[in-house]
């Protein structure tokens, strides 16, 4: 079965501390993952996708294979990622552009 | 550009009731998709229309129905709202799979 599984629901840091918000998918072919993210009172968006291999806003995230997973990492946490981050799958048969999601973890960065 | 924009903002219905939520996307998208979120559950695939003239089923579909009215629209009708329909409802498209999902604000439905 196609899954995403961010196994914390909330992330609590202080600011300028390291961030890993974890992300493991279940799929038995090439997914395409992505990490969207929602800021308070804005809409969903997309911070990256593992294909493009860029830094947004000092995140990046590296897709495993092996361990089937794939984290999003900032090196210093700022108050302004406070926001819950959706980890998703593309399962890369399908050709349809749905989107798996996981559960969410919400980013609560302190001062 | 207004992006992807839905109607109404809120909703409050009763057990049995029906209606209709409306998406439009301004960006020339081939593809829209209707996703419900829930606490603890992320979001969840209700149905997708990967071109106009059709859609598919997505991982939630019972009790809701579709329209991809043309090109720019695609509506989700509940024919008979229940409770644990109660969520808040996002359309989004996309030009074509694998691109970025575009959100619309999202629809908070509450079913007494």
């Known amino acids: 079965a196609q899954r995403v599984t961010q196994p914390e629901k909330l992330l609590s840091v202080f600011k300028g501390a390291p961030v890993e918000l974890k992300c493991n998918y279940s799929?038995?072919?090439?997914?395409?993952l992505f990490w969207y993210v929602q800021y308070s009172r804005q809409r969903l968006q997309l911070l990256l996708r593992?294909?493009s291999r860029e830094s947004i806003k000092g995140f990046t995230a590296d897709l495993n294979k092996g361990e089937t997973s794939f984290h999003l990492k900032k090196p210093f946490a700022q108050e302004e990622d406070s926001a819950m981050y959706y980890c998703?799958?593309?399962?890369?048969?399908?050709?349809?552009?749905?989107?798996?999601f996981g559960q969410g973890t919400t980013l609560q960065v302190k001062p | 550009n207004a992006g992807v924009t839905q109607t109404p903002k809120f909703q409050v219905l009763k057990t049995g009731q029906s209606m209709t939520l409306q998406c439009a996307q301004d960006?020339?998208?081939?593809?829209m998709y209707w996703y419900r979120q829930d606490p603890g559950m992320g979001l969840r695939l209700i149905y997708y229309?990967?071109?106009?003239?059709?859609?598919d089923k997505g991982e939630v579909p019972n009790g809701y129905n579709v329209s991809r009215l043309n090109k720019r629209e695609f509506s989700l009708r509940l024919e008979s709202a229940a409770p644990s329909q109660t969520s808040v409802y996002f359309c989004?498209?996309?030009?074509?799979?694998?691109?970025?999902?575009?959100f619309g604000p999202g629809t908070r439905l509450t079913v007494l």
């Open positions: 998703a799958l593309s399962p890369g048969s399908s050709n349809t552009g749905k989107l798996i």
């Open positions: 799929y038995s072919g090439s997914p395409e």
């Open positions: 593992h294909i």
């Open positions: 960006m020339n998208h081939n593809s």
């Open positions: 229309s990967a071109s106009e003239g059709t859609t």
């Open positions: 989004a498209s996309n030009l074509a799979a694998y691109n970025e999902q575009f």
